[in-house]
């Protein structure tokens, strides 16, 4: 089966904190993806990855940056959290054109 | 760019009836797949069904099924004899054959009625 794990389950963070959302995956997909998910509006994706090293924008990247060092391993960096990326944040991965498979989501609370 | 739109917020349905949720999507592409994520309240997401653009025949999947119709950039899921658990948030997304990026709906809330 293939495993999909985010680092934290809930999270609560302070204004300007610099926050890290971590993603690992054990099935060497080489796409890796954040979305957001907020009531109403869906999954919007903020940044995906299609290699170690390579990123691109989503529909959202303002306020997010990424890193991918290792093909397992993909993180999600609030440069300066502000309370507007309060949200639910779900990692997921992908091999070419097959399904996705998703970690379980970080519920992020910016206080 | 491509939009998939679900236009229906919430939907219920009784137990052991059957159900339909819309899904409509717009692309120029012609190489593309679509598919039915289902979050229940556990949060993971996990898929219901697929169906590649260039298949004619409808995908099936036990009691899911899917009206994939390409003209009209139509994409509805049929869930029959539906059960408590089916109860979750259903998200119709597309995924152009170029790439692997998904774009997902807004979703859409199902409740089940004993």
């Known amino acids: 089966d293939v495993k999909v794990t985010q680092s934290s389950r809930y999270l609560v963070k302070r204004t300007g904190e610099k926050v890290f959302l971590e993603c690992v995956q054990d099935?060497?997909?080489?796409?890796m993806f954040w979305y957001r998910q907020d009531p109403g509006l869906g999954l919007r994706l903020i940044y995906f990855?299609?290699?170690?090293?390579?990123?691109e924008k989503g529909d959202i990247p303002e306020g997010y940056s990424v890193s991918r060092e290792k093909k397992e391993r993909f993180s999600l960096i609030l440069e300066s959290a502000s309370t507007n990326q309060t949200s639910m944040y779900l990692c997921?991965?992908?091999?070419?054109?097959?399904?996705?498979?998703f970690g379980q989501g970080t519920r992020l609370t910016v206080v | 760019a491509q939009t998939v739109t679900q236009s229906q917020p919430e939907m219920s349905v009784q137990e052991a009836e059957t159900v339909t949720l819309s899904c409509t999507y717009d692309?120029?592409?012609?190489?593309?797949?679509l598919f039915w994520y289902k979050q229940p309240p556990s949060r993971q997401m996990i898929l219901v069904i697929r169906?590649?653009?260039?298949?004619?025949q409808n995908a099936t999947e036990n009691r899911f099924s899917v009206n994939f119709q390409k003209a009209a950039k139509s994409f509805s899921l049929k869930i029959s004899d539906s059960q408590l658990g089916d109860a979750a948030m259903y998200f119709c997304?597309?995924?152009?054959?170029?790439?692997?990026?998904?774009?997902f709906g807004k979703g859409i809330t199902l409740s089940v009625r004993p």
């Open positions: 169906q590649e653009a260039y298949k004619q």
């Open positions: 997921a991965t992908r091999l070419g054109q097959t399904e996705a498979f």
């Open positions: 990855s299609y290699d170690v090293k390579m990123k």
């Open positions: 997304a597309y995924s152009s054959g170029a790439n692997s990026k998904l774009t």
């Open positions: 692309t120029s592409e012609s190489d593309y797949y």
């Open positions: 099935m060497d997909h080489e796409n």
